[in-house]
């Protein structure tokens, strides 16, 4: 109660004190006839946020704006990334050529953008990388590195293919150096030895195996192999050539380089490189001449495998014989190359030395005959077929035939089944089928008509294939009334057309506005309908047009 007057008075003083402003009455419009004595004013929050880093590009020393950065910049990464695909299946040096002529001034995020763009193209991505690292006035960044090794180290498998040259980036990338010195190299070979291949000299030492090479020329190869693969085989042969007075190399090594320069298609390196593996008294297993005479031929180099078959059959004695695989290789090479006296020699040569040709390698031959017009060798290679105890059955003859029908020989195909008949060797489903197709291409839907008839004489069984193609045909010749008649019969023998096939036909059923035979042809393929195979082929055709248009 003694404090009761206190407490009126200080009731008092605040009432007569002036209100406090809300914060919603800071940001209202106040009356004019209203102003508060003593406002309090409450700051808005502000947001220190950071200024975004500007990328500038300078053309003629000049800024460009942020659209023309943006769009340069995209514009040469589609640059640089199309000549690196384009020259994917050349060598290095036709890659760094193209690069070359492009001119491009490399900035740090220009190459991780190209590389993030060759992620599952590690082979290239590593051939950029070497190349970007060579331009004047660029150097590249840890973060490069880290992006190269993540690419060449995604996988297990690329982390075994390029685990040696992964250690070598990252030391680069830790000393700051465009390079590594012998000695550090060494170092990072003896590392990855003992942590990854100790287990190929425990097999050698189980199986009492004498290793004249130190432990490290494993990892060496596995180095030069990764380089090779690369189609950087002139580094390859650099980085041999910097640590051969230091660390032996093996068979394997040279043959890693061999191998390299026949993927290279550069025969007189590939040949010096042979012969200094001989002069250093390593053997060259068969296998090593099998890859390189057939890497030879499918690069047209008929001349230069011809050339090192000659040379592994005067060094037999010392090195290794010419096994059958090699002669055929090398015969239908020749036979390929329309050199037909050459091939029939080494042919004889190759039965002269014990080895047969073997049924796969007469019909190759035969093939590669017909590819070149040459059919009366052809006809030559069948006849000694039989007298090799190896009498042409229907599989051959339908290989001939196919060529033929590919080259649109219709007389020749017809004189080949009239021999085939003679032969007493009875056409089949597939070589009627072939017949119709040529027939069909040629335009001459009469004749292809007149094989359907002769199916019936000889008593021949029509497949699904020979009414797809029989149907197709009459539609692309305009005999709409007879496909027609036709799909009636595959609905009533109750046949599954394919799913391609399917399409097509609906298509041009479509076309001519055949409505009802739309209706029974969709009824019927509704029993044999399945979801997931459908789905399978849309996606299958997907991938065909995509690659297509990528080509």
Not at 81 to 102: F, H, P, Q, R, W
Not at 167 to 187: A, Q, T, Y
Not at 252 to 262: A, H, K, N, Q, V
Not at 318 to 339: Q, W
Request: glycine share 4%; with cysteine.
């Amino acid at each position: 109660m003694m404090n009761l007057p206190f407490r009126l008075r200080h009731l008092r003083r605040l009432l007569a004190a002036p209100p406090l402003p809300t914060l919603a009455a800071t940001h209202s419009h106040s009356p004019p006839s209203f102003r508060p004595l003593h406002p309090t004013r409450i700051q808005p929050l502000r947001f220190h946020l950071p200024n975004p880093p500007v990328r500038r590009l300078s053309s003629e020393h000049a800024i460009l704006p942020t659209h023309l950065q943006d769009e340069r910049f995209a514009t040469l990464s589609d640059r640089i990334y199309d000549a690196v695909i384009k020259t994917g299946t050349e060598s290095n040096e036709g890659t760094e050529a193209a690069l070359d002529a492009l001119g491009a001034e490399l900035t740090t995020p220009l190459v991780a953008d190209v590389l993030h763009r060759l992620l599952y193209e590690e082979k290239l991505a590593f051939r950029f990388f070497a190349w970007a690292s060579q331009q004047d006035g660029y150097s590249h960044e840890p973060t490069t590195y880290n992006d190269i090794i993540d690419i060449l180290s995604g996988t297990r498998y690329k982390s075994r293919q390029f685990g040696v040259l992964c250690n070598v980036l990252d030391h680069m990338k830790r000393h700051g150096s465009r390079s590594v010195p012998v000695e550090g190299l060494l170092e990072i070979l003896r590392a990855y030895t003992e942590k990854h291949l100790t287990h190929m000299r425990k097999l050698a030492k189980k199986r009492r195996v004498r290793m004249r090479t130190p432990p490290e020329t494993d990892a060496l190869n596995v180095l030069l192999d990764a380089f090779c693969k690369c189609g950087m085989v002139k580094e390859a042969e650099a980085v041999f050539g910097r640590v051969k007075r230091k660390l032996l190399g093996n068979a394997e090594t040279y043959s890693t380089l061999f191998f390299g320069w026949c993927r290279a298609r550069d025969p007189k390196k590939a040949m010096k490189v042979l012969e200094e593996m001989i002069q250093m008294k390593h053997t060259p297993e068969s296998f090593t001449y099998v890859a390189a005479i057939e890497s030879f031929c499918s690069a047209g180099l008929v001349s230069e495998a011809r050339e090192l078959f000659e040379f592994m059959r005067t060094e037999g004695l010392t090195v290794s014989s010419p096994t059958a695989k090699t002669y055929s290789i090398m015969i239908v090479a020749l036979a390929k190359a329309d050199r037909m006296e050459e091939c029939f020699e080494l042919l004889s040569d190759m039965r002269t030395c014990g080895c047969m040709p073997d049924v796969t390698t007469y019909k190759d031959l035969i093939e590669g005959m017909c590819l070149v017009g040459r059919l009366d060798a052809a006809y030559r290679v069948l006849d000694e077929m039989g007298r090799a105890g190896f009498p042409p059955d229907i599989v051959t003859y339908n290989c001939f035939l196919n060529v033929l029908c590919s080259l649109r020989n219709a007389d020749d195909a017809l004189e080949l089944c009239e021999r085939m008949i003679e032969a007493h060797c009875e056409p089949s489903v597939h070589t009627y089928n072939m017949l119709m197709m040529m027939f069909f291409e040629m335009g001459e839907a009469h004749r292809a008509l007149d094989i359907w008839l002769e199916m019936d004489k000889r008593g021949c069984q029509r497949a699904i294939d020979t009414y797809e193609i029989m149907i197709y045909g009459l539609f692309d010749c305009g005999e709409t009334e007879y496909a027609t008649a036709l799909l009636d019969e595959v609905i009533n023998r109750d046949m599954k057309l394919s799913y391609k096939k399917f399409d097509a036909i609906m298509l041009r059923l479509s076309a001519v506005g055949n409505l009802g035979a739309i209706h029974r042809l969709s009824e019927h393929m509704r029993k044999f309908y399945n979801v997931a195979m459908s789905r399978r082929f849309a996606i299958t055709q997907k991938k065909k047009s995509i690659g297509l248009i990528r080509k």
